[in-house]
Structure formats: C-alpha cells, structure tokens
T-cell receptor, first 107, second 117 residues
Framework: DAKTTQPTSMDCAEGRAANLPCNHSTISGNEYVYWYRQIHSQGPQYIIHGLKNNETNEMASLIITEDRKSSTLILPHATLRDTAVYYCIARDDKIIFGKGTRLHILP | GAGVSQSPSNKVTEKGKDVELRCDPISGHTALYWYRQSLGQGLEFLIYFQGNSAPDKSGLPSDRFSAERTGGSVSTLTIQRTQQEDSAVYLC???????????????FGPGTRLTVL
C-alpha cells in the first residue's frame, strides 16, 4: 500500500479555488490515486482518480506530479456545499480510507 | 439505477445483544466493503469481499464481528455481544470489479447508525 498524508484541515473562501494536497511518496507504478469526499452525515462520494496524467471532470481536477509522489485536488470555484472531509487514497486493488482533510468553505 | 442500500437505517440495542446489519450492493458489482465510522472519526475498514475469493477480514476489530456475503450479492455484518464502543455508523460500499484495470470506484450506501446502550 502507498501511505498517503494529508493536512488535517484547510479553509478556503467561497468562490475561490480550493487546492487540497496529498503526499504519496511510496506509491508504486500501478497504484491509482483516488479522491473521495464525505459530506456530513452522508456516505463518501467518489470525485476523481488518475494514474499518471492530470484528470478533469465536472467536479474537480486532479494534478499528479511527474514523479507521482504527490497530487493536488482542485475544486475550481468552491461553494459552501463543498464543505466536507476529502480523502486521498493510493491503492492498486482495494481502497482503504485514511483520515482525510476537513475542508471548510468560508462565506 | 438503484444504488447501494442498507438496513436498518438506525439500530438501538442493549449491551450484550447481537445485531445484524444488511447491505444490498449495486447489481453486478463483484466487490463489497464494510467500514465503520465513529463520531468525528475517519472511515475504518472492516472487511472486503471480491467475487468468490476468500474475504479480506483484516480490519475486523475482534472475533465478535463477522460478515457473510450470500450468492455474491447481499451481505450481512453480524456483531455478537455488542459493546458500547461498537456504537458507530456502519457503511457498506460496492464496486464493479477492482481487479479489472486496477481501478476501484466505490459507491457507498447511506449507512446504519448503531447505538449500543
């Protein structure tokens, strides 16, 4: 398993881009980077995943460094509804969640 | 289509009683996971089923916890002789096939909130 480390919490102003970092320095070549989020009292929700290339979907962008030892999830225009715990996971088979980053979007 | 469903949504039980929690995964998903989440804490992996393979039970906290998956679909998590520290939200997730292309997007159910008095 690649251990991931994330900041415990972050703040971001509403309307600004939220950039959530994740370190996975021991990641192996076939391990994907996944991001999920969990809004209060709900089950986790898939956001995005990638292997080497940067990825973008309707929710977010994922930037993976060339050496794949870290990545950044970008929420381009954060809203209050983006307040949640964000989990970064690097696994090649089953996904196991760590403690994540608690993102607070400030009005 | 239908997502992952869990029942009951809430369960209150007395210390020492046994409880069964049910998970109905998305049809066709071969992988099924159980997690639990204590108040204010992150997700704690419990057990993982993949197809007909032996389940990965490495996250079960004690031998009071067990799980079955019948017919490769519905799963039941059983907690025997419940203790107050078992109080948590128990979440189930399923995924299509984590062994195909090394990807595993999990879809979560709403969870069962267990309270042990």
């Amino acid at each position: 398993d690649a251990k991931t480390t994330q900041p415990t919490s972050m703040d971001c102003a509403e309307g600004r881009a939220a950039n959530l970092p994740c370190n996975h320095s021991t990641i192996s070549g076939n391990e994907y980077v996944y991001w999920y989020r969990q809004i209060h009292s709900q089950g986790p929700q898939y956001i995005i995943h990638g292997l080497k290339n940067n990825e973008t979907n309707e929710m977010a962008s994922l930037i993976i460094t060339e050496d794949r030892k870290s990545s950044t999830l970008i929420l381009p225009h954060a809203t209050l509804r983006d307040t949640a715990v964000y989990y970064c996971i690097a696994r090649d088979d089953k996904i196991i969640f760590g403690k994540g980053t608690r993102l607070h979007i400030l009005p | 289509g239908a997502g992952v469903s869990q029942s009951p949504s809430n369960k209150v039980t007395e210390k020492g009683k046994d409880v069964e929690l049910r998970c109905d995964p998305i049809s066709g998903h071969t992988a099924l996971y159980w997690y639990r989440q204590s108040l204010g804490q992150g997700l704690e992996f419990l057990i993982y089923f993949q197809g007909n393979s032996a389940p990965d039970k490495s996250g079960l906290p004690s031998d009071r916890f067990s799980a079955e998956r019948t017919g490769g679909s519905v799963s039941t998590l059983t907690i025997q002789r419940t203790q107050q520290e078992d109080s948590a939200v128990y979440l189930c997730a399923s995924s299509r096939n984590p062994l195909a292309g090394n990807t595993d997007t999990q879809y979560f159910g709403p969870g069962t909130r267990l309270t042990v008095l």
